[in-house]
């Protein structure tokens, strides 16, 4: 026996063997705790399903039956089975009928249509109007002086546009 293997629950010892079997010769010591943790959750899920299953066929103990059930239920609950090949080939069928959209001819890679593509701009810029200089002034003043209510809600007279907005102050750069 290597060293340090001696030491182990007999369950690390299995799966380690396990690991062994499949040519798994290079992993962390916490893959092993990590399968065993699995191993035991799914054990427990098993034994309760089967404990539910014997108590409502009014057994007062689990019996073979009972835990064949609830492996075939954990197992039709876990894994699905794809759809036959006939399924898939007549739903490709359908798929292919369709036409691609035609490309827009140009110079570099040729795209489909603008509404057809992911890569069209999903905002829209609300440049902001000016203001003249004497009426900002007077809403600075204004804010300065009125005490901040936070029961109070500000009501705008302007609608709620449908879509989001996004706004930059537009400045300009002086070279």
């Given at each position: 026996?290597?060293?340090g293997?001696?030491?182990?629950?007999?369950?690390?010892?299995?799966?380690?063997?396990?690991?062994?079997?499949?040519?798994?010769?290079?992993?962390?010591?916490?893959?092993?705790?990590?399968?065993?943790?699995?191993?035991?959750?799914?054990?427990v899920?098993?034994?309760?399903?089967?404990?539910?299953?014997?108590?409502?066929?009014?057994?007062q103990?689990?019996?073979?039956?009972?835990?064949?059930?609830?492996?075939?239920?954990?197992?039709?609950f876990?894994?699905?089975?794809?759809?036959p090949?006939?399924?898939?080939?007549?739903?490709?069928?359908?798929?292919?009928?369709?036409?691609?959209?035609?490309?827009?001819?140009?110079?570099g890679i040729p795209?489909?249509?603008?509404?057809?593509t992911?890569?069209?701009?999903?905002y829209q810029?609300?440049?902001?109007?000016k203001?003249?200089?004497?009426?900002?002034e007077?809403?600075?003043?204004?804010?300065?002086?009125?005490?901040?209510?936070?029961?109070?809600?500000?009501?705008?007279?302007m609608?709620?546009?449908?879509?989001?907005?996004?706004?930059?102050?537009?400045?300009?750069?002086?070279?």
């Open positions: 026996m290597a060293e293997e001696e030491d182990l629950p007999r369950d690390a010892k299995i799966v380690k063997s396990l690991l062994k079997s499949m040519g798994v010769e290079d992993y962390e010591p916490r893959v092993i705790h990590q399968f065993l943790e699995l191993w035991y959750r799914y054990i899920d098993v034994l309760t399903d089967a404990q539910v299953y014997s108590e409502h066929a009014g057994k103990t689990i019996d073979c039956d009972d835990v064949k059930l609830a492996i075939q239920s954990k197992v039709n876990s894994f699905s089975q794809p759809p090949r006939e399924v898939l080939l007549e739903l490709a069928r359908n798929r292919n009928k369709v036409p691609l959209p035609k490309a827009i001819p140009g110079p795209l489909p249509p603008e509404q057809d992911l890569i069209s701009t999903n810029f609300a440049i902001p109007k203001r003249p200089a004497q009426a900002m007077e809403t600075e003043e204004d804010e300065e002086s009125v005490e901040p209510n936070p029961s109070q809600e500000r009501k705008t007279d609608p709620q546009p449908t879509s989001q907005r996004v706004s930059f102050p537009l400045t300009k750069r002086s070279k």
